[in-house]
């Protein structure tokens, strides 16, 4: 049994059950090539059917990616389920090797190469569902490292709502993209940021504002924005004197990632609202890089309008979490209502041998999904002078509880207040890397 990974209780039973489900098909890869796969017979009869179970069977199990790592003799599969690596078993040598020769084929990949980086994607169904798997194959000193990336191509998380917002955020959110100036949406590479971002774009009430956009929607359907036709080479400044002349409100820039986009954004901040995704760790972070980038610190106060970060957490499971009652001293610690009836954490592992059943929806993991937390800043007056005082994340972070900010804890706790989160995942991803 390769890939039983959760404990792998119930996987040894009579296998019927497996057989039930219809494996994932492979629909052709995402850069169009055809796939030659008479010319390449004998890998497609020793991976094929390996490459579909092992994929299969993370898409039944809800995981985001599966990396196969070859370690001396064998590889070591691994399953990420909600950002969470779980062991997926092991492969031997030719086996894994067949598996990941055998994805890099149907991606379109070259498979006689593979002492490069090579990133591709596969079109996939699984149970009437469409997924894109993305490919990536990695050079190590003992073979190759692959990594499969499974995104849905119908996930859920579209509005600030389904997101996880709360309603005075996601308000004070629509409030800031409503005049000209920039708002930048932060978090950590690989959180979600890209969705939280098109989330913002959505909710600016697009019967009132014109919406127009310069960035790459990765298939995303947005239909209350309009793309903006750009000519080959053109400035992010003429692209926003376009938008201004056409009467835009709102123009969605690409990702921060330069001091000259960052320059030109500042500079243009009274000509239109930009909104602009941008990787940074924190909020301090991420307005520290900016006055680096602009090196103008009466321009950034001057400009900008507020930086909107987010992180993942993982919600508990609906079926098997469990209530208790919390103290209220505990509660009043914590900074929760102290009239908060309960508060829910994950069932405990069940005992070695027990016969117990474990929960169906999550396989016993507790918990299901993630949505994520929120943190805003706003710039108040104080904040204005804290940007021109040539700050540290420190001072910025004083500024931000002098403001009454609601910080990224306080809306984790406001998860765990609504019971959609234990304070045990909180304690999780607030821990220290
Ligand atoms: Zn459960």
């Known amino acids: 049994m390769v890939f039983g990974l959760f404990g792998g209780k119930g996987r040894n039973e009579p296998e019927e059950e497996e057989d039930d489900v219809e494996p994932v098909s492979f629909l052709g890869p995402l850069n169009g090539q055809e796939v030659n796969l008479k010319a390449n017979g004998r890998l497609v009869e020793a991976g094929l059917l390996r490459a579909k179970d092992l994929i299969t069977d993370a898409m039944e199990r809800r995981a985001d990616s599966v990396r196969i790592d070859p370690k001396g003799a064998q590889s070591v599969v691994t399953i990420f389920v909600d950002g969470m690596p779980y062991p997926g078993g092991k492969l031997g040598k030719t086996e894994a090797n067949a598996i990941t020769q055998m994805l890099k084929l149907l991606s379109g990949l070259d498979i006689k190469e593979r002492k490069t980086v090579q990133v591709g994607g596969i079109k996939a169904e699984f149970d009437e569902k ?256 804290t940007i021109q005082s040539k700050p540290d994340a420190n001072a910025i972070r004083a500024q931000m509880r002098k403001d009454k900010m609601v910080t990224l804890q306080q809306d984790g706790l406001r998860l765990v207040a609504e019971g959609r989160t234990s304070l045990e995942e909180l304690q999780r991803v607030f821990k220290p890397a």
């Open 130 to 385: 469409k997924y894109t798997l993305g490919i990536k194959s990695i050079p190590v000193a003992e073979g190759e490292r692959l990594l499969v990336r499974i995104n849905d191509n119908k996930a859920k998380l579209e509005t600030p709502s389904d997101l996880g917002m709360g309603e005075p955020m996601r308000l004070k959110l629509r409030e800031l993209c409503q005049d000209p100036g920039v708002v930048l949406v932060c978090g950590p590479p690989n959180s979600g940021l890209s969705t939280s971002f098109f989330g913002v774009v959505r909710n600016i009430d697009a019967y009132i504002y014109t919406i127009y956009t310069i960035c790459d929607l990765e298939g995303r359907s947005m239909i209350q924005t309009t793309a903006m036709d750009r000519e080959p080479g053109e400035t992010l400044d003429l692209s926003i004197t376009k938008a201004a002349r056409r009467e835009a409100n709102v123009l969605v820039c690409e990702p921060l990632k330069t001091s000259e986009v960052a320059k030109t954004m500042l500079a243009r901040h009274e000509s239109i609202n930009m909104l602009a995704e941008m990787s940074a760790k924190d909020t301090a972070s991420a307005l520290l890089q900016l006055l680096e980038w602009v090196g103008d610190p009466a321009l950034v106060a001057a400009g900008l309008k507020g930086i909107l970060t987010q992180k993942l957490v993982r919600t508990l499971c609906s079926e098997c979490k469990l209530a208790y009652k919390p103290k209220a001293e505990f509660l009043k610690k914590l900074g929760l209502p102290v009239d908060t009836p309960m508060l829910y954490r994950k069932p405990p592992e069940p005992a070695e041998g027990s016969q117990e059943e474990e929960c169906e929806k999550c396989g016993g993991m507790g918990y299901y999904g993630r949505t994520m937390m929120f943190e805003l800043l706003e710039i108040s007056e104080g904040m204005k002078q």
